[in-house]
């Protein structure tokens, strides 16, 4: 099993930044590959973007790309979310999953672990 834990996130206002964490434990491997999704309220959870193994290919949601940035610290089993120029639609619940398959792709259903969620409120 693997457990993830998302931290970070809260009321920001429009225009700002801020970088969500998700630290990884159980049995974790260096294949794992990762993801973050959102849900709004009434929304089905959406893909925002996924990274490979070693972090050094990403894939981004179009509704994100050029803003968001996703990295990952292997040595730390962590994964980042940084959110620039934040606009009230980012506001959902963001969690992070994890591949055992070597996907980050959009398909929730090739995500074998869910992180419990952070919120993040986007004021405007």
């Known amino acids: 099993q693997v457990q993830l834990v998302e931290s970070g996130g809260g009321l920001v206002q429009t225009g700002d930044s801020t970088r969500l964490s998700c630290a990884a434990s159980?049995?974790?491997?260096?294949?794992?590959?990762m993801a973050w999704f959102r849900q709004s309220p009434g929304q089905l959870r959406a893909f925002v973007g996924g990274?490979?193994?070693?972090?050094?290919?990403?894939y981004y949601d179009s509704a994100v790309k050029g803003r968001f940035t996703i990295s990952k610290d292997n040595a730390k089993n962590t994964m980042y979310l940084q959110m620039n120029s934040l606009k009230p639609d980012d506001t959902a619940v963001y969690y992070c999953?994890?591949?055992?398959?070597?996907?980050?792709?959009?398909?929730?259903?090739?995500?074998?672990?869910w992180g419990q969620g952070t919120q993040v409120t986007v004021s405007s």
């Open positions: 999953a994890a591949s055992r398959g070597g996907y980050y792709g959009s398909d929730r259903e090739a995500y074998n672990y």
């Open positions: 159980g049995h974790t491997t260096s294949r794992d590959t």
């Open positions: 990274i490979n193994h070693d972090g050094t290919n990403t």
